[in-house]
């Protein structure tokens, strides 16, 4: 009987094992309700993004000195590529972006929503980004776009968006 018994723990305990270590280990924290906005939010800010409207997009950005926008700049002295910070920054910078061509076709079908915690998350997006900011050639090119999402009383918002430009790929050696 104490055999069987100290079979039974160690399987208990491998089951337990697997479970903590598995494939659904960690399980999300976010609900499937949470999950659904998200995915709205996202398609709603791009929309308001590519009808070039600030003032659209302003009630999704965080209202913080935390907001994160990393893109291009038009200013030398800060490099090619800069972080911006703040939403009055950001949405300055969205501005400006939307005074020539821009637009984003993201890839929804590739889209993943990632909980972090309940009250963060993050949106992964392939998409092709047309913009002729800053001297830039408006023909579509492939970008990898990162938000961070925050929940705050007001709902959540947009904490960091990171729009990563895919290099091409190297050339093919015989």
Do not use: C
């Not at 305990?13 to 697997?18: K, P, R, S």
């Not at 590519?50 to 893109?71: E, I, M, Q, R």
Request: without cysteine; proline residues 9%.
């Amino acid at each position: 009987m104490q055999s069987l018994a100290r079979t039974f723990i160690g399987s208990l305990g491998v089951v337990a094992i697997f479970a903590t270590t598995g494939p659904n280990a960690a399980a999300d924290p976010l609900d499937t309700e949470s999950f659904t906005e998200l995915r709205q939010l996202y398609k709603q800010i791009i929309d308001a993004e590519n009808a070039h409207d600030v003032k659209a997009v302003a009630p999704y950005v965080w209202d913080s000195p935390s907001t994160l926008f990393v893109a291009k700049t038009s200013d030398p002295s800060q490099g090619n590529w800069a972080g911006f910070w703040g939403k009055d920054v950001v949405l300055a910078h969205f501005g400006a972006l939307y005074k020539g061509t821009f637009h984003m076709a993201p890839d929804y079908t590739r889209e993943r929503i990632v909980g972090l915690t309940k009250d963060v998350a993050e949106t992964y997006v392939p998409l092709q980004i047309s913009v002729s900011y800053a001297g830039q050639n408006p023909a579509p090119k492939p970008f990898l776009m990162i938000v961070e999402w925050i929940k705050t009383l007001q709902g959540w918002r947009m904490a960091t968006d990171i729009a990563l430009p895919v290099p091409p790929a190297p050339p093919k050696h015989p």
